[in-house]
């Protein structure tokens, strides 16, 4: 008898141990779900990537996104604006950089405040060509309108900047950029010097195709005609040659 009650209360305190975890298993099931729904809820309030700024009419409402919760939309607002050059927005950008804490969107707003004039916000993004913001550093200034706001920088930049400075030159460089570049060609640093030979490489290329485009006939759609095409005039008081 006595052992049955031992067994009894042994089960039993199985049985509550088990129901206390398969309890806790399911909060925990229901956390997630609920931590899920308010995810997803809070995506759906987030405004479209696609739709954000289609449906903009003026570059106020692009400005606003700036204080967005996300800050892939504040990226996106502030190079839509950069794209605009949007300068009538300058002072609201400039007050939302000074407070940015993103990395990213600090860089996007220095590109956005260039594009509106200020000048000074081209050492910030050269100086992001060095770390893990490069290669958004590098698509803003491949967007400049010519390489010479760059050339500053040549000399002066560290090499691990001046690296990736050359790499954006071989994109916007021209004739100019040439005598610029080709001192870098015998640089101590064999990363600087290969480089600055593929820069050469590619704006030469780029050049002889503009210069072969600019002195090339143009054609008008019409063919000379071949000597079977020619029409055949017949002569004064000749007869009509006869058909077989």
Not at 24 to 37: E, K, Q, S
Not at 65 to 77: E, K, P, T
Not at 96 to 112: M, P
Not at 196 to 206: D, V
């Amino acid at each position: 008898m006595n052992y049955l009650l031992r067994e009894c209360t042994s089960f039993t305190r199985y049985f509550k141990q088990a129901t206390r975890l398969a309890v806790t298993v399911v909060l925990f099931a229901l956390a997630g779900v609920a931590t899920n729904l308010a995810q997803t809820q809070s995506q759906k309030d987030l405004p479209s990537q696609e739709n954000l700024f289609t449906s903009a009419t003026n570059s106020s409402e692009v400005a606003r996104q700036l204080g967005n919760r996300d800050a892939q939309v504040r990226r996106s607002a502030a190079e839509e604006l950069a794209r605009r050059a949007a300068s009538d927005e300058g002072k609201m950008v400039a007050g939302y950089r000074a407070q940015e804490k993103d990395a990213r969107v600090r860089l996007a707003l220095d590109w956005a405040l260039y594009r509106m004039g200020k000048t000074e916000t081209l050492f910030a993004i050269v100086r992001n060509l060095e770390g893990s913001r490069r290669n958004q550093a590098t698509s803003y200034l491949k967007q400049l309108e010519g390489p010479e706001p760059l050339y500053l920088f040549l000399d002066r930049a560290q090499d691990e900047i001046k690296i990736y400075l050359i790499e954006v030159l071989a994109s916007l460089g021209n004739a100019t950029t040439l005598q610029r570049l080709e001192p870098y060609t015998s640089s101590y640093d064999p990363r600087i010097a290969n480089a600055a030979q593929f820069a050469l490489r590619e704006i030469t290329r780029r050049e002889t195709h503009l210069s072969d485009q600019a002195t090339r006939p143009r054609q008008t759609g019409k063919t000379a005609k071949t000597e079977d095409e020619a029409p055949t005039e017949q002569m004064e008081g000749e007869a009509p040659a006869e058909t077989p």
